[in-house]
């Protein structure tokens, strides 16, 4: 049964005001026409959940989306600081941080996606974490006496994932740099397949091993190109790098931030239309050359 819909429904249908979402990909696979969909559904008090909470995340707290911030590290890498995310904390006081490690945050997931209710792990030793945390605890081992850290599990209402191809039984293939997509989907309650291409469940079986999320876990299948864009996707486009810098003058500025906003992506009625302001030129200069790698004979 085809699971495909707009990004326009399927944010409507799923996300819901007060709900925890994670928007997953780390560098790479990020989903910010998810993002821009969620700001243009004006969707509040969302419980947004990233290991490495960027641009896509700095934008959603620009436009009142946020509530509550569960990460692990927020800038512009490379760049800078979130500067929506820093006026939300310091100045507004508006923001609820639960901050963990990268490792911490991804053993919520891991614990969410196999019904344990929390998990142990060597970590946040000779850090202040515990200091302001108190989901942070610990546990004796019961084989060695030895203490362990512990995190809680974390089971979102919602995660978001980009993958390069999906059937339209949200079978999801991706290749590259891998971020949390597969372990933040099964905690996940419900899971939306954000796809660049849409193929035959044919090709999908073709390439087995390649499936990172399977379908039946999966409620929603969208169909968006670019839908990454100013981050990248393997294969298809280059991370646009002018942007991101960019936007440290952007953020920076609360009102030239606002007027960002304006433009990009309530003054577009969806990614289509952000890509025609983006420019076939732009497009062709990030647009990935061929390199492909050796095919697998699954025979026997």
């Given at each position: 049964?085809?699971?495909?819909?707009?990004?326009?429904?399927?944010?409507?249908?799923?996300?819901?005001?007060?709900?925890?979402?994670?928007?997953?990909?780390?560098?790479?696979?990020?989903?910010?026409?998810?993002?821009?969909?969620?700001?243009?559904?004006?969707?509040?008090?969302?419980?947004?959940?990233?290991?490495?909470?960027?641009?896509?995340?700095?934008?959603?707290?620009?436009?009142?989306?946020?509530?509550?911030?569960?990460?692990?590290?927020?800038?512009?890498?490379?760049?800078?600081?979130?500067?929506?995310?820093?006026?939300?904390?310091?100045?507004?006081?508006?923001?609820?941080?639960?901050?963990?490690?990268?490792?911490?945050?991804?053993?919520?997931?891991?614990?969410?996606?196999?019904?344990?209710?929390?998990?142990?792990?060597?970590?946040?030793?000779?850090?202040?974490?515990?200091?302001?945390?108190?989901?942070?605890?610990?546990?004796?081992?019961?084989?060695?006496?030895?203490?362990?850290?512990?995190?809680?599990?974390?089971?979102?209402?919602?995660?978001?994932?980009?993958?390069?191809?999906a059937d339209e039984e949200g079978n999801a293939q991706a290749w590259g740099l891998y971020g949390a997509q597969k372990e933040v989907a099964f905690a996940s309650k419900r899971v939306v397949v954000v796809t660049?291409?849409?193929?035959?469940?044919?090709?999908?079986?073709?390439?087995?091993?390649?499936?990172?999320?399977?379908?039946?876990?999966?409620?929603?299948?969208?169909?968006?190109?670019?839908?990454?864009?100013?981050?990248?996707v393997q294969g298809h486009y280059d991370r646009d790098n002018d942007f991101y810098v960019a936007w440290e003058d952007v953020s920076r500025d609360e009102a030239r931030l606002a007027r960002w906003l304006d433009?990009?992506?309530?003054?577009?009625?969806?990614?289509?239309?952000?890509?025609?302001?983006?420019?076939?030129?732009?497009?062709?200069?990030?647009?990935?050359?061929?390199?492909?790698?050796?095919?697998?004979?699954?025979?026997?």
């Amino acid at each position: 049964m085809s699971k495909v819909v707009s990004m326009r429904e399927a944010i409507a249908e799923l996300v819901h005001d007060g709900d925890s979402v994670c928007l997953d990909g780390f560098t790479h696979l990020i989903c910010f026409a998810a993002g821009h969909e969620l700001i243009r559904q004006k969707k509040r008090r969302l419980t947004a959940i990233r290991l490495t909470p960027d641009l896509v995340f700095d934008q959603l707290i620009a436009a009142g989306c946020v509530e509550r911030l569960v990460f692990s590290w927020g800038g512009n890498p490379g760049v800078g600081s979130l500067h929506a995310f820093r006026r939300a904390v310091e100045r507004d006081r508006s923001l609820t941080l639960e901050e963990y490690s990268h490792f911490g945050l991804l053993a919520r997931f891991l614990a969410g996606s196999s019904g344990l209710p929390f998990w142990p792990l060597k970590n946040f030793g000779g850090t202040s974490l515990p200091e302001v945390n108190p989901a942070l605890r610990s546990v004796v081992c019961p084989y060695t006496g030895e203490a362990l850290a512990t995190v809680p599990a974390i089971n979102p209402d919602v995660a978001i994932v980009h993958c390069q191809r999906a059937d339209e039984e949200g079978n999801a293939q991706a290749w590259g740099l891998y971020g949390a997509q597969k372990e933040v989907a099964f905690a996940s309650k419900r899971v939306v397949v954000v796809t660049e291409e849409l193929v035959s469940t044919d090709v999908i079986r073709a390439d087995p091993n390649r499936t990172l999320v399977p379908g039946f876990i999966v409620s929603r299948v969208v169909h968006e190109p670019w839908g990454c864009h100013p981050s990248y996707v393997q294969g298809h486009y280059d991370r646009d790098n002018d942007f991101y810098v960019a936007w440290e003058d952007v953020s920076r500025d609360e009102a030239r931030l606002a007027r960002w906003l304006d433009e990009w992506v309530y003054g577009v009625p969806d990614r289509a239309g952000y890509l025609q302001k983006l420019g076939a030129a732009r497009q062709a200069q990030l647009t990935a050359k061929p390199r492909r790698s050796a095919g697998v004979d699954y025979g026997f």
